[in-house]
């Protein structure tokens, strides 16, 4: 099934703690964003990648397109504060395509067989998200106090990519501006249409670099998938 996806690249990386855009860190000598990308730009089945980046980042991005071949970036659009409003600025001008994928640009080891189920259940129900089963022992916890333990079979840890059909998704975004509301991911946008969203079984070594110590967690998932092969 065909897509074309969009990652939001204008985060900050506070909680990194590096000083810049965390996507500039380096993994195995690579800069993750562009660890991301070449997932995309070696999937036969994405026709089109969309990026939204600040203003002051978008030279730098483009002179890594070009140092390490990336050809599928169809734009490089201005991001917001907020992840929301840099998806939102790629929805508005992302054309001609069925399937729309939203991941993030942060999150470099997506398998592809995940995006190609993704992209396919998407094409059949309108909505699907990326997930994995919940592990550990769940408590709901109000001011510090247990107040229950949760029942963690139906409970799903949340990744991207999320996929949707086009219209899906556009008429989404649209609602959210209108409204002035501010979800948590585009699953969360989708879900207030009364749209039913499905879950797609992924990775556990689908992580966001998100601290430090998902660099040192990044570097061994690299390791091993070279040992591997």
Not at 57 to 80: A, F, H, M, N
Not at 138 to 164: C, H, S, Y
């Amino acid at each position: 099934m065909k897509y074309e996806v969009i990652l939001p690249a204008a985060g900050s990386g506070k909680r990194m703690g590096a000083g810049e855009n965390k996507l500039f860190l380096k993994l195995n000598g690579i800069p993750i964003l562009i660890h991301t990308l070449n997932v995309f730009q070696e999937d036969q089945d994405c026709s089109g990648i969309w990026l939204a980046a600040k203003p002051e980042e978008q030279d730098d991005i483009r002179s890594l397109l070009d140092e390490y071949g990336i050809t599928k970036v169809k734009s490089i659009e201005t991001g917001g504060d907020e992840r929301q409003h840099s998806v939102q600025a790629c929805v508005k001008v992302v054309e001609g395509t069925d399937i729309v994928l939203v991941h993030d640009a942060a999150r470099p080891f997506i398998h592809k067989e995940v995006i190609s189920r993704l992209a396919d259940e998407a094409d059949r129900s309108g909505a699907a998200v990326a997930g994995v089963r919940a592990k550990d022992t769940m408590k709901l916890v109000e001011d510090g106090v247990i107040q229950e333990t949760v029942n963690r079979e139906n409970l799903w840890i949340i990744q991207t990519p999320q996929a949707f059909k086009s219209s899906v998704l556009k008429e989404a975004e649209e609602r959210a501006e209108a409204d002035g509301f501010l979800g948590t991911d585009e699953a969360m946008l989708v879900e207030r249409l009364g749209h039913p969203v499905t879950i797609v079984e992924s990775t556990y070594d689908n992580i966001k670099m998100t601290t430090v110590d998902d660099l040192i967690f990044g570097e061994a998932i690299i390791k091993s998938r070279q040992e591997e092969n």
